[in-house]
């Protein structure tokens, strides 16, 4: 005979978390057991909370996490107003809710275009296309007009300047760490979740979906802005240079990625063997 059966689910339910299946997971099965609950006339309310401000684990993830989040389009929630906001639910007799300050424009900026949900775009505002994210170092809406008005002999140039201000955003380097333009990405920390926020930062800035094996399969700097000048069809633009001649760029797991479509069965044996020989590379692939 409760009065009141409340569950604190995650909005990682509704729109998913980089890294976090599980949790999405979780949380999921909390909403169907409120649904599961109400559906035999049982009190229930499950509610997708966003990132709390104040306290909570989202707070507890310090300055760093809370600017990814606001990069992201994500706001937080003040505890008056997440508590004020469970009242209202509670009084409204909700079943399943999401209580979330969202700047839905710069959310919805890491879809490929016309990739957008049906539902978010909706949330958005209907009919208003989503506005690119604004990037830092020159990478903002409207970075690739500022290309195309360029001359072509400097194109190349501020593609590459673009793509290592994003490198470097993402990998949370200031301007006085050196970054090589040849430097192997994944060599300076770089994750597979940050190459997906890479790679949607450039597909933002290019307006044009790209592939998510884009940093495994060119984990430079200088060889994505090639990658990238090639598919822009830039004048002084080319390809990645040729591969050493077993076809794989380097010794690392980007490498292998990279150049294993190109090497036959007994190639791929015999660098393995290598490989296995050689524990330097354990650290990288850990």
Same mark, same amino acid.
């Given at each position: 005979? /409760? +009065?009141?059966?409340?569950?604190?689910?995650?909005?990682?339910?509704?729109?998913?978390?980089?890294?976090?299946?599980?949790?999405?997971?979780?949380?999921?099965?909390?909403?169907? /057991?409120?649904?599961?609950?109400?559906?035999?006339? /049982?009190?229930?309310?499950?509610?997708?909370?966003?990132?709390?401000g104040e306290v909570?684990?989202?707070? !507890?993830?310090?300055?760093?996490?809370?600017?990814?989040? !606001?990069?992201?389009?994500? *706001?937080?929630?003040?505890?008056? &107003?997440?508590?004020?906001?469970?009242?209202?639910? /509670?009084?409204?007799?909700?079943?399943?809710?999401?209580?979330?300050?969202?700047?839905?424009?710069?959310?919805?900026?890491?879809?490929?275009?016309?990739?957008?949900?049906?539902?978010?775009?909706?949330?958005?505002?209907?009919?208003?296309?989503?506005?690119?994210?604004?990037?830092?170092?020159?990478? *903002?809406?409207?970075?690739? %007009?500022?290309?195309?008005?360029?001359?072509?002999?400097?194109?190349?140039?501020? $593609?590459? &300047?673009?793509? =290592?201000?994003?490198? %470097?955003?993402v990998l949370s380097?200031?301007?006085?760490?050196?970054?090589?333009?040849?430097?192997?990405?994944?060599? =300076?920390?770089?994750?597979?979740?940050?190459?997906?926020?890479?790679?949607? %930062? $450039?597909?933002?800035?290019?307006?044009?979906?790209?592939?998510?094996? =884009?940093?495994?399969?060119?984990?430079?700097?200088?060889?994505?802005? %090639?990658?990238?000048?090639?598919?822009? @069809?830039?004048? *002084?633009?080319?390809?990645?240079?040729?591969?050493?001649?077993?076809? $794989?760029?380097?010794? +690392?797991?980007? @490498?292998?990625?990279?150049?294993?479509? &190109?090497?036959?069965?007994?190639?791929?044996?015999?660098?393995?063997?290598?490989?296995?020989?050689?524990?330097?590379?354990?650290?990288?692939?850990?």
């Open positions: 005979p /409760l +009065d009141f059966f409340v569950l604190f689910s995650s909005v990682a339910s509704l729109l998913g978390t980089r890294g976090q299946a599980n949790y999405a997971a979780a949380n999921a099965f909390l909403d169907a /057991l409120a649904r599961s609950r109400r559906a035999r006339g /049982l009190p229930a309310l499950s509610v997708q909370w966003g990132p709390w909570g684990m989202a707070a !507890a993830g310090g300055e760093a996490a809370a600017r990814r989040r !606001a990069e992201e389009g994500y *706001g937080e929630i003040a505890t008056a &107003e997440g508590l004020g906001a469970l009242e209202s639910l /509670l009084s409204a007799g909700a079943e399943c809710a999401a209580v979330l300050p969202m700047r839905w424009p710069r959310y919805l900026s890491r879809f490929a275009p016309g990739a957008v949900p049906p539902l978010l775009e909706h949330l958005a505002g209907e009919g208003s296309p989503a506005a690119p994210r604004q990037h830092t170092n020159g990478g *903002g809406p409207s970075f690739l %007009r500022r290309l195309e008005a360029a001359p072509a002999a400097r194109r190349p140039e501020l $593609l590459e &300047e673009h793509v =290592l201000a994003q490198t %470097r955003a380097l200031d301007g006085s760490y050196p970054l090589a333009p040849s430097q192997r990405l994944f060599e =300076l920390g770089m994750d597979s979740l940050m190459a997906v926020e890479l790679r949607t %930062r $450039l597909q933002a800035s290019l307006e044009r979906p790209l592939p998510a094996t =884009l940093l495994f399969e060119h984990p430079t700097v200088e060889g994505l802005s %090639r990658h990238l000048g090639a598919e822009l @069809g830039l004048d *002084g633009a080319a390809e990645e240079t040729a591969p050493a001649e077993d076809g $794989l760029v380097g010794d +690392d797991g980007a @490498g292998l990625l990279a150049g294993i479509r &190109e090497l036959s069965e007994e190639q791929v044996d015999a660098r393995l063997a290598t490989l296995l020989n050689d524990t330097s590379w354990e650290d990288d692939w850990t």
